[in-house]
């Protein structure tokens, strides 16, 4: 196993008044944190039941890096796997800039090309990732993916007897139903199409699990063009990319994704290296408490804004953030919404004076910062 040591993360460095630079707080403190690499955290067992997988088929082949620096440069994170120009995740509403030509990595595809470069050609990546995003149990702006990639030499592709994209896909659907196994067991699973710019064809994996179809990845035969241009020319191979906390989230019946960070005894203890059996049980239920606040929109405004927001002010006190009116104003053209904030500690009840206080910083953060005329 591989890991480069990260650099150490420095504030000033993530953190500017660069016009590009959106990254908080909130978010910075997540940095750096690495909960994947955490034997006992139910991320690091899910981390370490691929590795067996892909070990006991392939002993020793894969290498694994899951220490790679979370700050990539827009050329790794979009450009060097043919993200397009003007596609959404591009935005700014959706992805960390740091500055103009830097990102903190929406998607551990980031490091494809480069560990392609280095001549690897069987790789298992692990990291934080960072997404802007609405509120809810299932959405974190930082969570964890992994990737894994395997390019196919042309003797293996001659051994095969089909064609190099056809080995590829072959084996992508056969190792990764293999792991589905591995992780649910005897589970209903089925392949639906999709689209990623850097695969095609391109696949979701989906298992029926306690009476449900659940997405778990993403997946497909990598693009040629990124294979050529990284040192593999002319050689077939596969991706995938799966989010850690979606699949612990399953196995483990964890109901809201704050837990992962939470330094609590009540849950960290539930889980232990190796243990694929725990289920969650919940040790409380503290209430919720909801407020709702009403403004005027205007042309900048967005959900995501909102929502970055109120994380900046309630950090993980904040549950879920709801749409709960919308109207305009047929005369003035104005749009009025109201949302519906939940708050909710999972390790203590909140008093009335402390989400009161939440509350009215966000509104007046709502009214100095995101310049909304509130009602
Ligand atoms: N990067 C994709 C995502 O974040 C997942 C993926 C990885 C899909 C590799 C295909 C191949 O959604």
């Known amino acids: 196993s591989v890991a480069s040591a990260a650099p150490v993360l420095v504030r000033e460095d993530i953190i500017s008044d660069h016009p590009?630079?959106?990254?908080?707080?909130?978010?910075?403190?997540?940095?750096?944190?690495?909960?994947?690499?955490?034997?006992?955290?139910?991320?690091?067992?899910?981390?370490?039941?691929?590795?067996?997988?892909?070990?006991?088929?392939?002993?020793?082949?894969?290498?694994h890096f899951d220490d790679l620096y979370p700050v990539v440069s827009v050329k790794a994170n979009f450009d060097e796997v043919l993200v397009p120009e003007g596609h959404v995740s591009r935005n700014p509403n959706d992805t960390y800039y740091v500055d103009a030509d830097t990102v903190l990595r929406c998607h551990t595809s980031a490091h494809q090309a480069e560990i392609l470069r280095r001549g690897e050609t069987a790789f298992l990546v692990t990291g934080d990732v960072y997404r802007r995003d609405t509120i809810d149990a299932t959405h974190y702006p930082v969570f964890h993916q992994m990737e894994g990639v395997r390019?196919?030499?042309?003797?293996?592709?001659?051994?095969?007897?089909?064609?190099g994209s056809q080995l590829a896909e072959d084996d992508l659907k056969h190792t990764l139903e293999g792991l589905a196994r591995h992780l649910f067991g005897d589970v209903e699973m089925r392949w639906v199409d999709a689209y990623f710019p850097f695969t095609d064809p391109s696949f979701e994996l989906e298992i029926f699990f306690k009476g449900e179809w659940l997405e778990v990845l993403g997946c497909g035969v990598v693009q040629q063009q990124i294979l050529d241009a990284n040192g593999h020319r002319g050689n077939q191979g596969w991706a995938f990319g799966l989010g850690l906390e979606r699949l612990a989230m399953v196995l483990f019946d964890i109901p809201d994704i704050r837990l992962f960070w939470?330094?609590?005894q009540r849950f960290l203890k539930q889980f232990k290296a190796g243990n694929l059996q725990a289920r969650f049980k919940p040790f409380s239920k503290f209430p919720p408490c909801y407020k709702d606040v009403s403004f005027w929109t205007n042309?900048?405004?967005?959900?995501n804004n909102l929502c970055e927001l109120v994380r900046s002010v309630a950090g993980d006190l904040a549950e879920e953030v709801k749409l709960i009116d919308d109207?305009?104003?047929?005369?003035?053209?104005?749009?009025?919404?109201?949302?519906?904030?939940?708050?909710r500690s999972m390790e203590r009840s909140l008093t009335d004076e402390e989400v009161n206080n939440i509350q009215s910083t966000v509104r007046r953060r709502l009214a100095d910062d995101l310049k909304l005329e509130l009602r």
């Open 151 to 163: 390019v196919f030499s042309p003797d293996e592709v001659a051994a095969a007897g089909v064609s």
């Open 327 to 343: 109207f305009t104003n047929k005369k003035t053209g104005k749009t009025s919404n109201c949302f519906r904030i939940a708050y």
């Open 20 to 63: 590009a630079n959106n990254v908080t707080d909130n978010i910075f403190q997540r940095m750096g944190v690495n909960l994947h690499r955490r034997p006992d955290h139910p991320l690091g067992i899910i981390k370490s039941a691929i590795y067996d997988y892909f070990q006991q088929e392939h002993p020793g082949r894969f290498t």
């Open 262 to 264: 939470t330094d609590d």
């Open 299 to 303: 042309e900048q405004f967005t959900e």
